[in-house]
């Protein structure tokens, strides 16, 4: 448990399902108030505000496409109206679909940069506006990827937009250092989400992913939320500007594990 998260308010945009959806019952957990933005899962987002508001917890569900700039007020403004401030900003949302580069069409391109990189973009302004107006310690945490040190192919867009996310995360944490205003990346690996859920179903498909993670295992949204609510906490209050790692190993260039080459 991390005390001093305890009243403090959230927004985590995506937050229906998957690694969005760990986050936000583990912020509330930790006695967080939060705000669980969807965008087509009502259901699974409302199912989770009932059950977090039956063991006590605190939370709204808010429709909100977060590459517009309407939907990102919506979430500030539910933040305000519901629970009187906001403290950490989540920009979790994001999207891919496998295509290979010289098929991508600009439609699909636009889509995936808009979700995973202009709503990263906006959702950050629109905390920090509000951590400055109200000269306010906040706290942004981005979602990234391995994608955004690692090439792949067929996800040129998706991977351009990590890489996106990557040197935005730095530069604001560096322009807002000295504001107190603290700025993170978590890079998860290969995580049991319904993003690939599909995938994962394929035993062979599974395999291969796996000859990729040193530590042979799928990991759980769970152990991406258990850093994010580090990061959101004091316990992590001289880290700015950083990308943790959550991905069993796979940055560590597997394919040199038996001290080959
Ligand atoms: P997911 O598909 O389970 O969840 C993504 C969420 O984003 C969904 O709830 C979806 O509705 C929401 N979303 C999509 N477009 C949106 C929009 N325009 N406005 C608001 N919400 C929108 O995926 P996940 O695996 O939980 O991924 C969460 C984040 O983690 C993403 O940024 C993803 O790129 C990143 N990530 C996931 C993995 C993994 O293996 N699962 C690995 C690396 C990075």
């Not at 508001?53 to 990102?72: F, L, P």
């Amino acid at each position: 448990m991390y005390t001093d998260l305890k009243g403090k308010v959230a927004v985590i945009t995506g937050g229906s399902k998957g690694i969005g959806n760990a986050i936000a019952r583990r912020l509330s957990e930790e006695k967080m108030k939060v705000v669980i933005n969807y965008h087509s899962d009502k259901e699974g987002a409302e199912e989770t505000v009932e059950e977090l508001k039956k063991v006590g917890g605190e939370a709204v569900a808010v429709e909100a496409d977060v590459s517009s700039e309407e939907g990102i007020k919506a979430l500030l403004d539910a933040a305000i109206s519901n629970f009187g401030d906001l403290d950490l900003w989540v920009n979790n949302a994001g999207m891919e679909n496998k295509v290979s580069t010289h098929e991508l069409t600009l439609e699909d391109w636009d889509k995936v940069i808009n979700v995973n990189l202009t709503g990263v973009f906006l959702g950050s302004k629109a905390a920090l506006n509000h951590f400055l107006e109200n000269d306010k310690k906040g706290n942004i945490i981005n979602l990234s990827s391995v994608h955004e040190r690692i090439p792949w192919p067929t996800f040129a867009h998706y991977s351009a937009s990590k890489g996106g996310v990557k040197l935005f995360n730095e530069t604001i944490a560096l322009e807002y250092a000295h504001k107190g205003i603290r700025v993170n990346s978590i890079a998860p690996g290969a995580i049991n989400t319904p993003i690939n859920a599909e995938k994962f179903e394929n035993e062979e498909e599974k395999e291969k992913t796996l000859t990729m993670i040193p530590m042979n295992y799928i990991g759980k949204p769970e152990e991406v939320a258990a850093a994010a609510a580090w990061l959101a906490s004091n316990e992590s209050s001289y880290v700015t500007g950083t990308t943790l790692f959550v991905d069993g190993g796979m940055t560590l260039y597997p394919s040199f594990e038996k001290g080959e080459g």
